[in-house]
């Protein structure tokens, strides 16, 4: 019964208008999140695109996305590199501990007399390169 009162077009309309809704949400969620990132407005600033977004979504939303759209990009852009870094040097950190224990044992040969002291020292710049 519900297929004649329901045609496929009408399914697939009402997919499309959903998607659409959910997409505009992320954007509306994406913008929020820019305006309260960004580091080159003020406060005051801040509050008039908020409210300007809240009381006219749909126009706000456009307003923003032509008037600040490349910064947004370029705040993304930043803000991945620098957490890059931050994860690349915590891997750093971490993995460099097992280095001591690699120089422990250079130097537990070399007091055993098995390497040089030019050997310890060649082996020792190696790790720490």
Known sequence: MLAYDYPLMGAIWTMLI???W???LFL???IFGDIFR??????????VWCI???????LGTFIYVVARGKGM???DIAAYTE????????VRET??????DELAKLADLKAKGVLTDAEFEAQKAKLLA
């Open 22 to 24: 959910i997409a505009w």
């Open 95 to 100: 993995a460099g501990s097992g280095s001591a």
């Open 52 to 58: 300007v977004i809240i009381f006219m979504p749909f």
């Open 73 to 75: 990009g370029e705040r």
């Open 18 to 20: 959903f998607f659409l």
């Open 28 to 30: 509306l969620f994406k």
């Open 38 to 47: 960004s580091q080159d407005m003020g406060g005051g600033a801040k509050a």
């Open 83 to 90: 957490q890059k870094a931050q994860f690349d040097a915590y």
